[in-house]
T-cell receptor, first 113, second 109 residues
Framework: ETGVTQSPTHLIKTRGQQVTLRCSSQ?????VSWYQQALGQGPQFIFQYYREEENGRGNFPPRFSGLQFPNYSSELNVNALELDDSALYLC????????????FGSGTRLTVV | SQQGEEDPQALSIQEGENATMNCSYK?????LQWYRQNSGRGLVHLILIRSNEREKHSGRLRVTLDTSKKSSSLLITASRAADTASYFCATQGNTPLVFGKGTRLSVIA
């Protein structure tokens, strides 16, 4: 169903720790976005990359950072984890930076204890 | 912040009936998209309607867009148990997708 792969699928971390979530997009998908989805809520936009440059950021603090690599993979890093960071983190990609539908991964469920 | 607001928050119907979900948004958009999410997994893109379009069809899905009212509706005809999921509208303007809180659809066999 999806050409976007996220790892790990589930993760438990302790408050104050750092975490790196990974995403592998479809070949040719130069745009990747990351979203945070709390339970019972819609996804909230964290940031977007196009050809390895950040070209959009939502209302998230600097401890949320990212990278996009030439091989269509990307990372979401979160430092100094807080309990409220517990959520489903979704990666989504598409071919270019113009309007269009995104292909989503199945997400990483992060629990901070 | 949420841009779109879906209505109703939850909907329960019998198999074979039609399901209608509505979405309202606040700012100008380039397009509006609908996504489906099964049990907290990834979202699946259903349909995209551009700001200069008023209606679009895809299989059993029909989407309308009224930019003067800043609203959209998603109609699923002849619903099936497999349609049970959460449905989100997402608007795209000068920023990437902004989602609403979703409508939880339950189709009872």
């Amino acid at each position: 169903e999806t050409g976007v792969t996220q790892s790990p699928t589930h993760l438990i971390k302790t408050r104050g720790q750092q975490v790196t979530l990974r995403c592998s997009s479809q070949s040719g998908h130069n745009t990747v976005s990351w979203y945070q989805q709390a339970l019972g809520q819609g996804p909230q936009f964290i940031f977007q990359y196009y050809r390895e440059e950040e070209n959009g950021r939502g209302n998230f603090p600097p401890r949320f950072s990212g990278l996009q690599f030439p091989n269509y993979s990307s990372e979401l890093n979160v430092n100094a984890l807080e309990l409220d960071d517990s959520a489903l983190y979704l990666c989504a990609s598409k071919k270019d930076d113009r309007d269009g539908g995104y292909t989503f991964g199945s997400g990483t469920r992060l629990t901070v204890v | 912040s949420q841009q779109g607001e879906e209505d109703p928050q939850a909907l329960s119907i019998q198999e074979g009936e039609n399901a209608t979900m509505n979405c309202s948004y606040k700012t100008s958009i380039n397009n509006l998209q609908w996504y489906r999410q099964n049990s907290g997994r990834g979202l699946v893109h259903l349909i995209l309607i551009r700001s200069n379009e008023r209606e679009k069809h895809s299989g059993r899905l029909r989407v309308t867009l009224d930019t003067s009212k800043k609203s959209s509706s998603l109609l699923i005809t002849a619903s099936r148990a497999a349609d049970t999921a959460s449905y989100f509208c997402a608007t795209q303007g000068n920023t990437p997708l902004v989602f609403g809180k979703g409508t939880r659809l339950s189709v009872i066999a």
